[in-house]
């Protein structure tokens, strides 16, 4: 079966792209933007930091001090692009492989870790960083997210949510619903669906026929396309739809095309399952290498930056190791934190039932 999605080396016609994979700027009559040196340098630092945690963090799985860890590899740039167009007001719901939209949000990457070492039940605030907790469960995030923007559009905030999503997920009813209520409702959304061609082992053409973007304008609003692996791309688009949002134009569907280049998770082994002329394909693409390319032809950067960058991912990596390993085992009654904003009743009940267990082995 053939797709017009295509997952090799073709780049779709109906894709903003701002920067070519070889860092060559293109201009596009809808989504222009002017970014200076030091924001470029920034944006490159961004992606390099967040490729580091990962890969330390992939690291700490195979020496077994994480249960498991979902890469973002190749999604750098969908994930700092969408991530840096977020203001301090708007709220993002995540899935459990935006640790580059963490980033943007500064959520510690050890509260990453510690997640997936099972040492918390949580991770961090949401409240604190506009950040929800990661949610494993494909696609519920969207109603939630949904809701949210609802309850800002009641209370006349001048924000915006952005919910991320899969190509996978987009089959689920979950998602579907939610369009239908923002739509109907004109919430203030941003519905960022990284396609990473892949949902774990089954490919993109086994949950759609037409390209994924094209979707939206069955539920009523506009859908866009964009290079995921384009930083500045990424970062105009997003930035666009948000202030749509923010100003009463109702929910956007943006489809960041992308490509997941390491494993689903740790616990996948995708050579069992797509051919490795693929990944090279997409190794083209590389989402920091073209910044790299940018920066290097139009003299904004020199060999001393990127080595700095280089040396300040190598101690990023240590530390988060070293805290890695230093986080505490929760106390068993922990489980009980958080369940509910406020004192519950059960909750107190079964705490007292399960602290009086426990003193059962301490005689
Ligand atoms: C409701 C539900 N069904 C199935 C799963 C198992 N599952 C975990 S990840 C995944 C694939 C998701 O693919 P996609 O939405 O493309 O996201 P990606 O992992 O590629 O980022 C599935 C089916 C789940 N977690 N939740
Ligand atoms: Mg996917």
Redesign the pocket.
């Known amino acids: 079966m053939t797709t017009d999605a295509s997952r090799g080396a073709e780049a779709p016609p109906d894709l903003v792209q701002l920067l070519t994979p070889e860092g060559e700027r293109v201009e596009h009559p809808d989504y222009d933007i002017d970014l200076t040196p030091e924001e470029v340098r920034s944006l490159y630092r961004d992606l390099v930091l967040v490729r580091r945690i990962d890969l330390e963090a992939v690291a700490l799985q195979r020496q077994g001090e994480l249960g498991i860890w ?1 890469s973002l590899l190749g ?1 750098e740039a969908a994930q700092i692009g969408s991530g840096r167009a977020l203001t301090d007001a708007d709220m993002a719901f995540p ?3 935006e640790h580059g939209v963490a980033w943007c949000r500064d959520v510690d990457p050890v509260k990453l870790l510690g997640l997936f070492r099972g040492v918390n039940h949580g991770g961090w605030d949401p409240k604190e960083h506009n950040f929800h907790l990661y949610t ?5 995030q969207t109603l939630h997210a949904v809701g949210y923007a609802m309850g800002i559009q009641r209370d006349d905030a001048n924000a915006a949510t952005i919910v991320y ?6 089959s ?1 009813g ?1 998602v579907n619903e939610s369009f239908i209520w923002a739509s109907v409702f004109n919430a203030p959304i941003v519905f960022f669906c ?7 082992s ?1 490919p993109l053409e086994k ?1 759609t026929r037409i390209p994924l973007y094209r979707r939206a304008s069955g539920f009523g609003f506009p859908g866009i396309r964009v290079d995921g692996n384009d930083v500045f791309a990424c970062l105009a688009v997003t930035r666009k739809a948000l202030e749509a949002a923010r100003t009463g134009q109702g929910p956007t569907l943006v489809e960041a095309f992308t490509y ?1 280049m390491g494993a ?2 740790t616990t996948d082994d995708p050579t069992r399952y797509r051919v490795a002329s693929e990944l090279e394909a997409w190794k083209l693409k590389d989402p920091i290498e073209r910044v790299k390319a940018y920066l290097f032809k139009n003299e904004h950067a020199d060999q001393e930056f990127f080595d700095s960058v280089a040396a300040e991912a190598d101690q990023l990596g240590a530390d988060l190791r070293r805290r890695c390993l230093a986080l505490p085992d929760p106390g068993p009654l922990a489980i009980f934190d958080h369940v509910y904003s406020e004192p519950h009743a059960l909750m107190e009940q079964e705490r007292a039932q399960f602290a009086a267990y426990l003193e059962g082995f301490q005689a």
């Open positions: 979902a999604q899935t459990y492989r494993i469960v494909i696609g519920s999503f899969g190509d996978g997920a987009t689920q979950d990284q396609n990473n061609q892949w949902a774990i089954e949950q997941r689903h998770t």
